[in-house]
Structures are given as C-alpha cells and as structure tokens.
C-alpha cells in the first residue's frame, strides 16, 4: 500500500514553459487535492475533486489545471509557468475528514 | 469563510521541556479542527483531531490539544519534547457542514526546534 505518491521530488522551469505534476493514490479514496505551500502561508487550496469525472477549484486555482479520469490520479497542470509559481505541492487524498499527504514536489520557476 | 491564526511562527525549546503551540480560529459555523505535523523534508501527517465529543485529545506520542469553543482556540501541548519532534506544525480547520466536502483552511505554520 503505497498511499498516495507524487512525481517529481524536484523539478526546475523556465518562465512560460508547462509541466504536469502527476498524483496517485491506492486507497480507492474519492476526495483528492492540491495545496500549495509557501513559508508562513500555511497551506493553500488550489483545486480538489470529489470523485472522477468532478473538479473545482479551491482558493488559488489561477495558472493551473486538473483533471480527473480516475479514482487513483489527479495530476496538476502548468500551462504558461510563472516565478510566482515556484512553491511546494502537495497531493492529498482523504477518507472521512482526515487528509494523506503525498511526499510533495518542490518547483523551482526561473 | 473561516480563517486560521498560530501566533508563532517559531517555537525553539530545550529537551524535556514542556511546549505550547497557539492555534486561533474565525469561523460563522460549526468546525472540526486538526494538528498536522510536517517532518524536515517529508509532506503532513496527521497528529490530532477534534470532530466531536471531549474537548481534549491526546496523539499516540505524547501531544494534546483542547479545543475551546468560547475562545476559539484549539492550543497543542507537549509536557515534555524530544529532539525527535522538531518539526513544523499547522493548524487546520473544516466546516461541519456536508457541503464544504473536505476543505480544510490551514494556519501558517509553528516551526519547534527542540535542542539538546
């Protein structure tokens, strides 16, 4: 049971270019999420999904895509990168209200 | 909409030593309430949580918080730290209702550095 895993650990952009951020999970977990990190922000909602097919956005949406054809994947989408997009992020899944973290990618935009 | 305040951004603390970390919340509506640790370099895992019943929980490593509903606060003690705990915490709120799905609002973070 791998619980929910993120690719890459790290990844270095160049202003304008596009990335996926792939998530997974093994838990057969309906609700999946994306949070951001910055220092002394906390945690940041970007988007979420309440089950395959149904996406919104959270409190930061702007600058990203998801999608949802799968219970195990959510991947995150860069379309155009900008420097005020290097961050932390974080894949979450959740059972009930308790929420599993993946082990997060750290994105660099230059 | 809610919001989530920890009073201190860093928290540096002796071994044995007992610690508090604040934790304030604004909500209009009911809340569930949760600790979340993040270890140098990894993402969260849950430490404690307040759904309903007793206002004080305890973690399986020795944490606690009460969840104080007149003061809004949910404070994380420790009486005594180990290196081992050195971490950043976050604070995190939920609506009760159905509606707001699992949404949680997170505080900006408690950086404890325990030294020896």
């Known amino acids: 049971n791998a619980g929910v895993t993120q690719t890459p650990k790290f990844q270095v952009l160049k202003t304008g270019q596009s990335m996926t951020l792939q998530c997974a999970q093994d838990?057969?977990?309906?609700?999946m999420s994306w949070y951001r990190q910055d220092p002394g922000m906390g945690l940041r909602l970007i988007h979420y999904?309440?089950?395959?097919?149904?996406?919104d956005q959270g409190e930061v949406p702007n600058g990203y895509n998801v999608s949802r054809s799968t219970t195990e994947d959510f991947p995150l989408r860069l379309l155009s990168a900008a420097p005020s997009q290097t961050s932390v992020y974080f894949c979450?899944?959740?059972?009930?209200?308790?929420?599993?973290f993946g082990p997060g990618t750290r994105l660099t935009v230059l | 909409a809610q919001s989530v305040t920890q009073l201190d951004s860093q928290v540096p603390v002796f071994e044995e030593a007992p610690v508090e970390l604040r934790c304030n919340y604004s909500?209009?509506?009911?809340?569930?309430l949760f600790w979340y640790v993040q270890y140098p370099n990894q993402g969260l895992q849950l430490l404690l949580k307040y759904l309903s019943g007793s206002t004080l929980v305890e973690s399986i490593n020795g944490f606690e918080a009460e969840f104080n509903k007149s003061q809004t606060s949910f404070h994380l003690r420790k009486p005594s730290v180990h290196i081992s705990d050195t971490a950043e915490y976050f604070c995190?709120?939920?609506?009760?209702?159905?509606?707001?799905?699992?949404?949680?609002?997170f505080g900006g973070g408690t950086r404890v550095l325990v030294k020896p």
């Open positions: 979450a899944s959740s059972y009930g209200r308790v929420k599993f």
């Open positions: 999904s309440v089950g395959a097919g149904i996406t």
């Open positions: 909500s209009s509506v009911s809340v569930y």
């Open positions: 838990m057969n977990h309906e609700y």
């Open positions: 995190a709120v939920s609506e009760v209702i159905k509606a707001a799905g699992n949404k949680l609002t």
